[in-house]
């Protein structure tokens, strides 16, 4: 059972994801910022990540940049508010990139995706 681990400040979105991607299988593990994730990716050994980019006290960007120096092929997803980030250079590190929606159905499709890509399948 594959793994995600939400990072987001808004405890309402984690919570409605971690309901809605727990229906569909997968465990979650939840952080509400990006500070000391280091760290939680080595304890809660994540197979995709989903990180918020304005968050109130860390930037995601800069978060994506510390998970890619260490934990180089870990998928990481971007779920923004805001599409103009899309075009944000540093965006391009990232896996993939969604606008959040109430409608859960675009990011679970690029979770499938980009464990579809790097996770082996398990019986």
Do not use: W
Not at 19 to 40: F, H, M, N, Q, T
Not at 84 to 91: E, F, L, T
């Amino acid at each position: 059972m594959p793994k995600v681990l939400i990072v987001d400040d808004e405890k309402h979105i984690r919570l409605l994801y971690a309901e809605e991607l727990e229906e569909d299988g997968y465990k979650v593990a939840l952080a509400s910022d990006g500070v000391g994730i280091l760290e939680r990716i080595e304890k809660e050994g994540p197979d995709v990540v989903v990180l918020d980019i304005k968050m109130v006290s860390s930037n995601g960007l800069d978060v994506l940049q510390e998970i890619r120096n260490r934990f180089y092929n870990l998928p990481v997803i971007l779920c923004s508010a805001y599409g103009s980030y899309k075009v944000d250079i540093k965006s391009i590190a990232a896996d993939a990139y969604v606008v959040k929606s109430s409608d859960l159905t675009e990011l679970k499709n690029k979770i499938a995706q980009v464990l579809e890509t790097t996770v082996p399948m398990k019986e």
